[in-house]
C-alpha cells in the first residue's frame, strides 16, 4: 500500500485549515498578547491548562516564555498547571478530577495573572472548573477551543478573550489542534515583539 498520497493530503489539509483561520483569528490572537503583555507587564504571570494534547500545548507554551522562544529575553512568569503529578493525583484521588486545575487556580491566581485554557472541544470540565475559579479570583482568561467553543464559550466575560477555531475551519481534532501549536507560537511571537521590538 502507497501512503504517501495520504500523507501528502494530511499536510494539505493543515495548511488549507491554517490559511482558514488567519481571518478569524488574528484578532482575538492580537488581544490576547497585549492582554498577557500587560499581566507580565503588572508582575502577573501567564498560568495555563488543558488535557492530553491540550496539557502538551500547555507545558510547550509556559516553556517558551519561561525558558525562551526564537530570541534571547529574561524569562517570564508562565506556568502549566498540569506537570505536577503529587498535585495533580492527590486532588483527584481526594476530591475529583473536574478540580485538578481549579484548586491550583484557587490557590495560585493574582488578579493581574491570566489563565490559559486549552480544549479542542471546549467542553472539558476540569478546564470549565478552572475558568470558573478563574473568575472568582480575578484572573483574565484567553480560552483556546475548537468546534465553536463549547461550554467554555458561554463562560466567558467581556473581558475575557476567545481564541477558537470555527467548525466550518475544520471540527477534527488533529487539524484543531495543528492551529493551536500554531496560535502558541503567535502568542509567543507577539509576547517577544512587544517586549523587545520587532525582529527579522
Known amino acids: 500500500m502507497d501512503i504517501v498520497p495520504r500523507i501528502a493530503r494530511q499536510f494539505q489539509d493543515s495548511a488549507q485549515a491554517k490559511l482558514a483561520a488567519v481571518e478569524v483569528l488574528s484578532a482575538p490572537i492580537a488581544a490576547a498578547v497585549e492582554l498577557m503583555v500587560a499581566s507580565l ?4 504571570k501567564i498560568m495555563a491548562c488543558g488535557n492530553g494534547g491540550s496539557a502538551a500545548d500547555a507545558q510547550h507554551f509556559a516553556a517558551e516564555l519561561l525558558n525562551r522562544f526564537e530570541h534571547e529575553r529574561p524569562p517570564l512568569a508562565a ?3 498540569t506537570t505536577d503529578s503529587s498535585t495533580l493525583t492527590s486532588i483527584a484521588n481526594d476530591y475529583s478530577y473536574e478540580e485538578v486545575f481549579s484548586k491550583q487556580v484557587r490557590a495560585l491566581g493574582q488578579p493581574a495573572d491570566v489563565l490559559l485554557a ?11 472548573e478552572a475558568i470558573k475559579a478563574a473568575h472568582e479570583r480575578e484572573v ?3 480560552a483556546l477551543t475548537g468546534k465553536d467553543g463549547g461550554r467554555m464559550r458561554s463562560l466567558l466575560k467581556e473581558t475575557d478573550i476567545h481564541i477558537g477555531v470555527p467548525r466550518d475551519v475544520s471540527p477534527r481534532t488533529a487539524r ?9 507560537h503567535c502568542l509567543c511571537d507577539g509576547i517577544d515583539t512587544m517586549l523587545l521590538g520587532e525582529f527579522e
Open 41 to 44: 507587564h503588572a508582575n502577573g
Open 140 to 142: 483574565r482568561v484567553v
Open 79 to 81: 506556568v502549566a498547571l
Open 118 to 128: 486549552i480544549s479542542t472541544s471546549g467542553d472539558s470540565p476540569n478546564v470549565i
Open 176 to 184: 484543531i489542534q495543528e492551529i493551536h501549536l500554531l496560535v502558541l
